[in-house]
């Protein structure tokens, strides 16, 4: 029983050995299995991928991999097998520490005891000799044990890194590993990897995000470049590191949005491994937009009574153009771009469109039957359409009586009686003035009237005259009227002559200077006050009363404001009469 217990505590010192060398053998041949594995497997796909075998290439390659790897399976099955014996394990501890054959005796006699050909005492005692001769000596020690941690950690790194391959590749991977694996099959191998464009040339405004995409053709790639070239400047090139997207149903492409502030022309390209995509351009510009526009107004024939009329030309100023209703209208609008295309929406929305050949200037001709909006999108020559040009605005009119300012003086008027007095008036109409003059009534004498000299087809006049009071026998507290007079030319619209004048001012004769007259003191006043100049304020007044009534005069009916103007006139008379 003793001696059993020897051989179970030897045994079990040996098994330690033992299994430190079946690890390493094993991890060793793991090791071996991966490499030749990758090296092979790794190498067919390369040739291939390059020289796309045949049926019999594929089956040369086959036949090898299957004999290869029988006869690799066979030698280290071998080797495994001879590592995992307890006397291998005792010969290894003998090797790096020795025992003079002992050890190995002893593990040959534990192997081997039911046919053991020598005497079974001799080996007890030879178990009991070994034991006390190496109780003080660990078996395990003799073991590299930093053998089998390397090699773990080559088998595990090597197994991550084939994996993450074969996961980023495994659509590349599979078709060339179902050539090797199934010869006979007839799947095409894979081509290798070309970019084709998606976006070409751009043109776009500033402060705009552009998005620029390749798709991705043969084997995909594990990352990409968008490099973006500024021309004809001097900054540095951009480049934008992209991995492709694959996303179901979809095939692979590298995409990427970018931001493009100002004003530029660039150029740009995808670029992945060997494979790149062909320089395109980007031409970052202002959209088109509308410089100006005049228009050329021909009214209708049953309009003019005055067939001398010429056409109108107006330069239109905050989008908006008033005319006669069926008026011909011929519009000369000039872009900020040289234009290719242009779309023109009349108000009752019908379109045209039209190619020009870099030009920036177009005409539209149009006949005004209606009211509305006219809508231009333009195209320039590189492509880029318009946004948000502001509307036309058309709006039929009817025909108006004149208009009046009084550019000089300002209103009424103060002056001596030998001043000059310069007179302006600006007198403006919407389809033509026919005749106009200016009326000067003085105190003394006939009123005095001048003609307004009008050029023909005009639809403004100004006029400046020079008053010469000291031609006039005037005296201090006289006033002098004056107003202004026109007529239109005749149109069906009004079936008249559209008559108006202006308003009525006062020049107003006063002394070089003001005298104040004292009066006396009364009983119970004190010291002596100014004396009200009841005279002027009756001219004031006086004048106030003919510029109210001729306003409401030259009306055809008087509404209820006018009556209240009328009671308040009166108010004044009867105020003045109490002077």
């Known amino acids: 029983m003793a001696i059993n217990e020897e051989l179970d505590f030897l045994v079990s010192r040996v098994a330690k050995v033992r299994k430190w060398l079946a690890a390493i053998a094993i991890l060793k041949t793991a090791a071996i299995c991966l490499l030749f594995a990758c090296i092979y497997i790794g190498g067919y796909i390369i040739l291939d991928h390059r020289f796309n075998f045949s049926l019999p290439g594929r089956l040369i390659a086959f036949f090898l991999l299957a004999g290869s790897t029988a006869f690799l399976v066979y030698k280290l099955s071998r080797q495994l097998l001879a590592q995992i014996s307890y006397t291998n394990a005792a010969n290894f501890i003998e090797n ?3 025992l003079n054959q002992q050890l190995v005796a002893a593990m040959e006699y534990y192997e081997n005891k039911a046919d053991y050909p020598y005497s079974k005492v001799l080996a007890e005692q030879l178990i009991i000799r070994v034991n006390k001769d190496s109780e003080t000596f660990q078996f395990d020690s003799v073991v590299e044990k930093w053998r ?16 993450f391959y074969v996961h980023h590749n495994i659509s590349f991977l599979a078709t060339y590993f179902t050539r090797l694996a199934v010869p006979f099959s007839a799947i095409a191998p ?36 968008l490099i973006i070239k500024p021309i004809g400047q001097d900054s540095n090139d ?6 492709p997207t694959e996303e179901s149903g979809t095939e692979p492409k590298f995409e990427t949005s970018e931001f493009f502030s100002k004003t530029g022309q660039f150029k740009y390209q995808f670029k ?11 031409d970052i510009r202002e959209a088109p937009q509308i410089k100006s526009i005049t228009a050329e107004i021909e009214l209708p024939q049953n309009i003019r009574d005055d067939e001398t009329l010429k056409k109108l030309s107006e330069q239109i100023k905050n989008n908006t153009l008033e005319i006669i209703k069926n008026s011909s209208v011929t519009l000369h609008i000039e872009s900020t771009s040289k234009l290719s295309e242009i779309e023109i929406t009349n108000p009752n929305g019908i379109s045209s469109k039209n190619k020009l050949n870099g030009e920036n ?16 999108h333009l195209t320039d020559e590189k492509g880029l359409k318009s946004k948000n040009i502001p509307k036309l605005k058309i709006v039929l009119k009817t025909d108006n009586p004149p208009q009046f300012k009084l550019n000089s003086p300002e209103g009424d008027y103060l002056a001596t009686n030998v001043s000059s007095v310069p007179i302006e008036f600006l007198i403006t109409d919407d389809f033509g003035l026919s005749s106009a003059k200016l009326v000067a009534e003085l105190p003394k004498g006939e009123p005095i009237s001048i003609d307004i000299p009008i050029q023909p087809d005009s639809n403004e006049a100004i006029f400046n005259y020079i008053l010469e009071l ?6 201090i507290g006289d006033s002098i ?10 149109t069906t619209i009004s079936d008249k002559e559209n008559a108006a004048s202006s308003e009525i001012y006062f020049i107003e004769i006063r002394p070089y200077q003001q005298i104040w007259h004292l009066k006396e003191a009364g009983e119970g006043q004190g010291n002596p006050a100014p004396v009200p100049e009841d005279l002027m304020t009756l001219l004031e007044y006086t004048r106030a009363f003919i510029k109210k009534t001729s306003v409401i005069e030259g009306k055809s009916g008087l509404d209820s404001d006018d009556r209240s103007k009328i009671k308040s006139i009166n108010e004044d008379v009867e105020y003045c009469s109490s002077l």
């Open 96 to 98: 790096n520490y020795s």
């Open 361 to 376: 200037t177009f005409s539209h001709t149009f006949t005004a039957k209606e009211q509305g909006n006219i809508e231009f």
């Open 272 to 282: 992945a491994d060997l494979a790149q995509t062909p320089w395109h351009n980007i």
């Open 481 to 490: 009227m004056f107003y202004a007079n026109a007529t239109d030319i005749k």
């Open 148 to 163: 089998g941690f390397a090699l773990a950690a080559f088998v595990f790194l090597g197994l991550c890194v084939v994996s």
């Open 190 to 225: 894979v081509s290798a990897t070309s970019l084709e464009s998606i976006t070409s040339d751009i043109v776009s405004e500033p402060e705009t995000m552009l998005t620029l995409s390749a798709k991705i053709n043969g084997r995909i790639p594990e990352s990409g470049q």
């Open 238 to 243: 951009q480049r934008i590191q992209l991995k």
């Open 470 to 475: 000291e031609q006039y026998d005037l005296e």
